[in-house]
């Protein structure tokens, strides 16, 4: 096939089948997780650990991801809860990255269990789409030892909507031409970013399914629900924004982004997750021996409404902790808390090679102690591995640190 294909890679409940891998290769498990009822879950005790993923026996007791740990248990008394592994689910992360590397240099990845892989020339390197996105889910599945969805098409969107069809452990095409008997007989809250609010909305316009998205009048459907109505329109038809997966910034630098995978609306959380993306931004500007100058955070709500501010910071940094203070910061002025949070950026800017400090008599923080304790931390997990030394704040929540770091060549190097 000419042209671009694109491939979307989905890992199967992720989190518990890199927990189940993890557990059975260290010998803390005899039994596969994934053939019991069971979930990855945070602080069970405190009451406020959630279900960050199940097996599909717990499925089968109507467990539900998000949902809280006290109500899981209710349904299935029997569940086997575990605490993730963050260390192990960036470990595998890069695992499934590195094997995809291997057919292509367009790995793009959207969160931690999710990436693209972009092709040109598919053809005439792999044949014909269908049967070699085969041969990749099981050679996935029989070196990595977990199971993945393949999406393919010819775009992102595509791709990605081809891959939710159906779990797990399968292969699904939507190319343009099948898009109406595919795509449009679904219901309307299936297209991504409609999400539960946009697709109440649309109901109230008569309109139920993505085909009545994509029948439906562009101009009322901008009226009654400005850009983010006109977004889905042209998503219903298959046709992907420039930028969509991206959260761009002013200044390019230094940053990382995560998709949630369901909505964030506990500021508690939120911070969470930008202190596990200041993790990985650090650890990028030390290893390069680089100093940010400026901080700038991203967010996209769940109704595709974009927003980003930044600052400038007195001091040049490449400290964890002053780069996370300054994102919380951010975040505060542009979200009421209130609405829900689908993506977040942190982006470190203003980048130099040298470094100033500007100090204050009310500033009691000790940065320089804080930047040889960053610059310790990174060295023992460059020479023993991601697990080696974790926040502990990290251990109680449910928020992964979003994977994106340096990989494990280059931490060698550096370590070196």
Known sequence: MKGKIVFHIDVNSAFLSWSAIERLRTGLDTVDLRTVPSA???DEESRHGIVLAKSTPAKKYGVVTGEPLAVARRKCPVLRVVRPDFAAYVEQSNRLRALLARYT????????????????????????????????REEIRETLGFTVNVGVSTNRLLAKMAGDFKKPDLVHTLFPEE?????????VENLLFAGKAAAKRLRTLGIYTIGDLAAA?????AAHMKKHGT?????AWGRESAGMFDMETENKGCGNSVTTPEDVTDRACAEQILLSLCETVGIRLRADNRKAGGVSVSMRTSSFENSSRQMQLDSTTDVT??????????????WDGRRPLRLLNVTATRLTDGEYRQYSLFDRVDYEKLERANQAIDSIRARFGENAVMR??????????TSGGLNKEKRKEKAR
């Open 105 to 136: 240099d367009r790995v793009i990845p959207y969160s931690i269990d999710e990436a693209w892989a972009e092709f040109e020339g598919f053809d005439g390197l792999y044949g014909e789409p269908e049967s070699f996105a085969n041969r990749l």
């Open 217 to 221: 009048d562009p101009a009322m459907l």
């Open 392 to 401: 502990a704040s990290f251990l109680k929540s449910g928020v992964p640190p």
């Open 231 to 235: 977004a889905l329109y042209e998503y």
């Open 40 to 42: 990855v879950g945070g």
């Open 321 to 334: 902790e002053e780069i996370y203070r300054a994102a919380c910061e951010l975040l505060g002025r542009m």
């Open 179 to 187: 898009i109406p008997k595919k795509l449009w007989p679904l219901p």
